[in-house]
Each structure stands twice: as C-alpha cells, then as structure tokens.
C-alpha cells in the first residue's frame, strides 16, 4: 500500500514550489531527513540528482541517492531513489508530489512506495514499525511545512512548539492515570474515601464512587497521551480540575495548608493543560495531512 499525505495550504504556488525543490529548504521541513544536497548531472536538462541522509544517532547516518523530475508548469515532480546502504531498509522507491492550486492556495500531496531489503523480516519490520512511522512523519512533516507558509512559524521553531505541547500532555495525561490508579485502586485512601463522603457526591457508597472515579480517570489519562481532540480534552481536564478543587477546599478547608496536597499539583496540572490548549493550533500534528482523497487511510 502507498505511503500517502494532502494537506491544503492557504499560500501560493511559488512560495511552496521553492520550499519543497529546493535542498536548504526542504531538509528544513521534512524530518525524514538531516541532510539534502544536489549533485551535477550531465543528463536532460529537467533531471535532477539528489543525495540525502538521515542520522540516527551515535554518530552514524542513513544515506542514499535519486533523481527528481519537476514539471514545468509546476504541477508535479516524479521521483526515484534509493540506498546501498545496509543500515538502510529501503532498498529503492518511486513517488510524486502533486501540487493543484485552487483560490487562495494550493493544495499539495504526495504519494510514493519503496521496496525493503532483508527478505521476509525486513517486510515484517516494515509493515510493523518502519511504514507506520514513515506515514507518521511524513505528515508531519507536511503540516509543519503549512504552519511555516500560513503562519511564518519556522519549522525550528514549530518542532520546538510541538516538543513542549507533547511533554505537557504527557504530563497531564500521566497525572490522571496515577491518580486515578494508585491512590483510588490500588492502594485506597482513606482519607479520599471520607472526603467523597462528606461531600455527599457519591452513589451506593463512598468507596464505589471512588473506585469508579479511578477508572474514569484512568481512561482519561489514556485518552490524553493518545491525543485525539486534545483541545477539547485539555479544556475538560482544566475544567474538572477546578470543580474538583472546589469540592475539595469546601469539604476540607485545610487542604490550602498543604503545600504537598493536591491544590499544589492541580495548579500545575491546569498550567500543562492550557500549555497544551494553546499550543494545539501552531505545532504540527500528522492528522492535519491525512490521507489523499480517494484514499485508504
């Protein structure tokens, strides 16, 4: 199955044309890759050679070679390329991309496929991990390039946006999940136990609500780190957050006192959530460059 991404950028066609053609700039989008560069050809005038590496730590890299095609009109490029190198599981590939403008921007995708080397394990390792995270970045790597033309938010920038939104809804979602597991499941407070009921909020008995809140916040937690709607769920952590607070303060008024209590981590449980709330809209997210239209997700 071809690796695909569309994303519709509000910009023009030049502007993208040269972010995506040229080497310096598209090595600056697409983290596929570390290192582009051109290499002289003597062959027809529209073909251009590429070499490219990825590094992957330890001071080692990925590199390999191919050869693009732009149009003329600047509706599409073709490409091949390829790797002899053994760290490398792709072998060769070919793809496109497709740029179709339409009023007020363009609207751009690409669609490509490669073969893999090491026989039956290396189409396992392929199908398992190595696809699923070529989709992945490359969709990534799609919206960053829109945040960049849209917004100007440089693509440096942006993938340091998305690193704290991350660590933040990691924490956020981390936070619910222990929360709701330790000290309602595992091992029950009694003090939480007595505080659900005198707040009288509770249904069959105190320690049922609470062990129903546990799991409640335990799925939540899983939903945060998943990342879907994050927005919503991040405005629904900060107000649950607040009115779990409130009951708190009114049924135990000393919890103030305690600069370890849990006003303390919910005050910095509410400043990870509205981190993440407003850094949703400028950090790159892979959904925003879902499958073509007219394909399989």
């Not at 890299?61 to 599409?76: V, W």
């Not at 005050?267 to 993440?276: G, H, K, N, Y």
Request: with cysteine; charged share 20%.
């Amino acid at each position: 199955m071809k690796l695909t991404a569309e994303t519709m950028i509000h910009g023009d066609l030049e502007t993208l044309w040269a972010l995506t053609q040229t080497p310096e700039h598209h090595v600056r989008w697409d983290m596929r890759f570390t290192d582009i560069g051109t290499i002289p050809t003597s062959g027809p005038g529209d073909l251009q050679k590429f070499r490219y590496a990825t590094r992957i730590g330890f001071g080692k890299a990925i590199e390999g070679c191919g050869e693009t095609i732009p149009a003329k009109d600047h509706g599409a490029s073709t490409l091949r390329f390829g790797s002899d190198d053994a760290k490398s599981l792709i072998s060769e590939g070919t793809g496109y991309w497709s740029y179709k403008p339409f009023e007020g921007g363009v609207n751009f995708s690409t669609a490509y496929d490669y073969y893999v080397r090491y026989g039956r394990l290396g189409v396992a390792v392929d199908r398992l991990v190595f696809r699923p995270l070529m989709v992945w970045a490359t969709r990534w790597s799609f919206d960053r390039l829109r945040l960049w033309i849209e917004k100007g938010i440089a693509p440096e920038l942006s993938i340091r946006l998305w690193f704290i939104k991350l660590a933040a809804r990691t924490a956020v979602g981390l936070v619910w999940i222990l929360e709701g597991l330790i000290p309602k499941l595992l091992w029950v407070s009694s003090e939480e136990v007595e505080l659900v009921g005198r707040s009288g909020m509770f249904w069959i008995s105190p320690a049922w609500t609470l062990g129903a809140l546990g799991i409640a916040e335990i799925l939540a937690g899983l939903w945060m780190l998943y990342g879907r709607a994050e927005r919503l769920t991040m405005a629904a952590s900060i107000l649950f957050t607040i009115a779990i607070s409130s009951i708190v303060v009114m049924t135990d008024p000393s919890a103030l006192a305690n600069p370890l209590g849990g006003i303390s981590k919910n005050l910095a449980l509410i400043a990870c959530a509205v981190a993440v709330f407003l850094l949703s809209s400028i950090s790159p997210a892979a959904k925003q460059a879902g499958c073509r239209q007219g394909e399989k997700p």
